[in-house]
């Protein structure tokens, strides 16, 4: 009840009297409130005794003689037998003074309570110390087990033991409603809410497990801990093993097109019937940190499991990422039992280079090279036995200033690299480069490379758009600067673009390297050169599993 309604209505009635009053009247008496105190306006509340109830715990309305208007205050709230209890949810009714305790989060233990309250009015507050005695006794519930400690099998499923309850209460009837839950409970153990059943299912871990329960009544809540301690069994053990069936795997060695099938794993205390490889992000990335440099990637169809006996197969040309790869394995047995042995089997993968490159050329000559003006007139790109700044064969590109630079705008040299063999799985190609007279001629123009593959004899088409991209005019494996005050016969005063690598692709018959240079910028200065110097093409093929 609002206190300025009470307060109103004595000014108003105060007002109305004076009005309608004769003049000749004596003058009415300003109303005023009683001064209230604790010896003649007493306070009595009924004490109570509860047990600790999850929900609300109320006092009744107390009885008092209080003049209107008036309203109660909750002043303080102490536990006279030290027990523990949230002040904070303490509450009191202003208007009916009724004092509740709000236990939803089960806050309040054993012990009495004493609360003190204010009555207040326009003439301040009178204070009834200890007005209320609350008195919380302990919930009437025994909790019981079957079994306090139980051992069962890694793969073991079922009850392990059950909970109950005994009413203690005087009357034996004073618990109408119990439900059961597990606090924290392990992983693979559940408890039926109802009877009291705790279960194990998948996925437990091996060694002690302990259970720590609520009971959950009409009259409070009991926890009990570690009410309950299953000890899991071992959990079963596998091996890779070599070929020979005994010798453990370490890892296996394979080119990224090695196909390879592991032998039949050695496992103990299970007996799969399923398998599922578990694979690292280095192979399967569905969701790729671009801000890494990740990409996404699965190379998940190119490994199978044979079932049951978990041998691992690697399909012939995967072309698996380089580096180490280690693959976990999840096996199921006939009753549905899953479990996952980690980090099991790593295959390294690793490109093996020929020692005898294919291909090799100081440029002395032009076997299996061929110069393409493909907008330019044949003095933009020649070759040349004896380079006049580098004092040794080479292939120039060379603009000039002036009319006579006009059309020299795009040129490729072409080196042609038949795939004689179909073990070829890769190619890579070294070449070295320089350009000058100054570092505007860079700006001026764009140096790329580029690789064809052809399943046939046939000349490649001489269209760029047709050729496969590898180093664009942004690539950093370019020299950046004019290297004209330093070249020389001395090929470590090239730069050396190294390693360019091109999987080669089935069915080709011939592979093609295209090393572009052509006009971006006409802005005066355009003139300059760009040598080429040393062709190398070295070649990758798969190589029979090694293991370790």
């Keep these: 009840m609002n206190i300025s309604k009470y307060l109103l209505s004595p000014l108003l009635l105060s007002i109305f009297l004076f009005i309608g009053c004769d003049e000749s009247e004596e003058d009415v008496q300003r109303y005023e409130q009683e001064v209230l105190t604790v010896s003649d306006n007493p306070l009595t509340y009924t004490n109570l005794t509860s047990y600790p109830i999850v929900g609300a715990i109320t006092s ?103 909970v109950s309850y005994t009413d203690t209460s005087a009357s034996g009837s004073d618990v109408t409603s119990v439900s059961y839950a597990l606090v924290d409970a392990p992983v693979g153990f559940t408890i039926n809410v109802t009877t009291g059943a705790i279960s194990k299912g998948n996925g437990a871990v091996s060694g002690p497990n302990q259970l720590t329960v609520r009971v959950t009544t009409n009259t409070g809540v009991i926890i009990v801990q570690n009410i309950l301690t299953v000890v899991v069994g071992a959990p079963p053990t596998l091996q890779m093993v070599q070929k020979d069936g005994t010798t453990a795997l370490t890892k296996a060695v394979v080119s990224p097109f090695t196909a390879y099938t592991t032998a039949a794993p050695v496992v103990d205390g299970m007996s799969p019937t399923q398998w599922e490889i578990v694979f690292p ?12 440099g990740e990409t996404a990637i699965d190379f998940s169809s190119s490994f199978s499991v044979e079932e049951p006996s978990g041998k691992v197969t690697v399909a012939a040309d995967a072309g698996l990422p380089g580096g180490l790869h280690t693959l976990s394995l999840k096996a199921t047995n006939a009753t549905a039992s899953e479990f996952t042995f980690e980090d099991v089997l790593t295959i390294e993968v690793e490109s093996r280079w020929e020692t005898t490159p294919i291909y090799e050329n100081d440029l002395s000559n032009l076997d299996q090279i061929t110069l393409h003006h493909l907008d330019s007139p044949a003095t933009y790109l020649a070759s040349t036995a004896n380079h006049g700044k580098a004092n040794a064969p080479a292939i120039k ?56 593959q052809a399943t046939d004899n046939a000349a490649p088409p001489l269209t760029p758009d047709s050729w496969n991209i590898m180093m664009d005019i942004t690539d950093s494996s370019w020299s950046g600067t004019s290297r ?57 093929k798969a190589f029979a599993a090694e293991e370790y």
């Design 60 to 162: 009744s309305v107390p009885a008092g003689d209080f003049e209107t208007p008036y309203r109660y205050r909750l002043l303080n709230a102490t536990s006279t037998t030290g027990s523990s209890f949230n002040k904070a949810v303490f509450a009191i009714n202003v208007d009916t003074g009724a004092i509740v305790y709000g236990n939803a989060g089960n806050t309040i233990s054993t012990g009495v309570y004493s609360l003190d309250v204010g009555v207040t009015n326009s003439n301040g507050m009178a204070v009834y110390e200890g007005a209320f005695e609350l008195t919380i006794i302990e919930v009437p519930v025994q909790v019981n087990i079957d079994a306090a400690q139980v051992n069962a099998g890694i793969f073991e499923q079922g009850v392990m033991a059950t």
């Design 281 to 292: 992000k280095s192979l399967v990335n569905s969701n790729p940190d671009v801000a890494a």
């Design 397 to 452: 590109f060379q603009t000039l200033n002036g009319a006579n630079n006009a059309d020299r705008k795009d040129a490729a040299v072409e080196l042609k690299i038949p795939i004689t063999d179909a073990t070829f799985k890769n190619v890579r190609f070294t070449f070295y480069e320089a350009f000058g007279y100054n570092n505007f001629f860079n700006q001026r123009h764009a140096r790329e490379l580029y690789s064809y």
């Design 484 to 540: 004209w005050g330093s070249i020389g016969a001395d090929i470590s005063t090239f730069s050396k673009v190294e390693n360019k690598v091109v999987d080669i692709a089935p069915g080709t018959q011939n592979l093609y390297f295209f090393l572009r240079l052509h006009r971006v910028d006409d802005t005066h200065p355009t003139q300059g050169q760009w040598l080429l110097r040393n062709f190398l093409v070295e070649v990758s």
